[in-house]
């Protein structure tokens, strides 16, 4: 079935350091890609999405391209602020509303 | 500010009681969801409704009993819960069903049982 797999974290960066993080899938046919961000105490927020083979979703500086060659959609970011810390969830969507999450990293942005 | 609610924002519950969830969505939308968000595993889908009626009941327990009176308005009714039911419960909400739409979530109600 579809699966989502995202790199293990917590990541811990310094304030405007650059920042990726890495996620693969598996899916049948073309799915759509999303990344959500949780911050604390909240639920989770769209941040940016990419629907077909080499689209680039951006958001608030971060960005993310769809690469169908390598099944990946890394996030990146060229220069992190504290308040980016959160959890980023990568995602997928099939032919459904079912969207198939990855278990989350957390990023922590010192000072 | 996502445009959907959620209350309580914490609950804690014996195993015994019976509690209420309730999600509410300011967008327009048609499509409700329920998920589960338990430490260190993906998110689970556990109900969907679309234009009030269940398109989806993800094999969750009898005692999770959804409810939707109307578009704008989500419950989730909980009795006999086991302390393995505590965790961040969302509700998200979509202009529809179609994977093209973008589901939009609440800020949770984390459970607790004891």
């Known amino acids: 079935g579809d699966s989502v797999t995202q790199m293990e974290g917590p990541v811990t960066l310094s304030e405007e350091a650059f920042l990726t993080i890495n996620c693969t899938y598996t899916?049948?046919?073309?799915?759509?890609l999303f990344w959500y961000v949780q911050y604390p105490g909240e639920g989770l927020q769209l941040l940016l999405k990419?629907?077909?083979?080499?689209d680039k979703g951006s958001n608030k500086g971060f960005e993310a391209t769809y690469r169908k060659e390598t099944t990946s959609f890394h996030l990146e970011k060229g220069s992190v602020q504290v308040s980016d810390s959160a959890v980023y969830f990568c995602?997928?969507?099939?032919?459904?509303?079912?969207?198939?999450f990855g278990k989350g990293t957390r990023l922590h942005i010192l000072p | 500010e996502t445009g959907v609610t959620q209350t309580p924002r914490h609950l804690v519950m014996g195993m015994t009681n019976k509690k209420s969830l309730k999600c509410e969505q300011h967008?327009?939308?048609?499509?409700m969801y329920w998920y589960k968000q338990s430490a260190k595993k993906p998110l689970e889908l556990m109900f969907v409704?679309?234009?009030?009626?269940?398109?989806e009941n993800n094999s969750v327990p009898s005692r999770f009993s959804p409810e939707c009176p109307n578009s704008s308005h989500l419950f989730l009714h909980l009795h006999t819960l086991q302390p393995e039911d505590s965790a961040l419960y969302l509700c998200?909400?979509?202009?529809?069903?179609?994977?093209?739409?973008?589901?939009?979530f609440g800020p949770g109600t984390r459970l607790t049982v004891l």
């Open positions: 967008l327009g939308h048609n499509a």
């Open positions: 995602a997928l969507s099939g032919a459904s509303y079912k969207i198939i």
């Open positions: 899916a049948t046919g073309y799915p759509s």
């Open positions: 998200a909400s979509s202009l529809s069903v179609r994977f093209t739409d973008t589901q939009y």
């Open positions: 990419a629907t077909k083979a080499d």
């Open positions: 409704y679309s234009l009030e009626e269940r398109v």
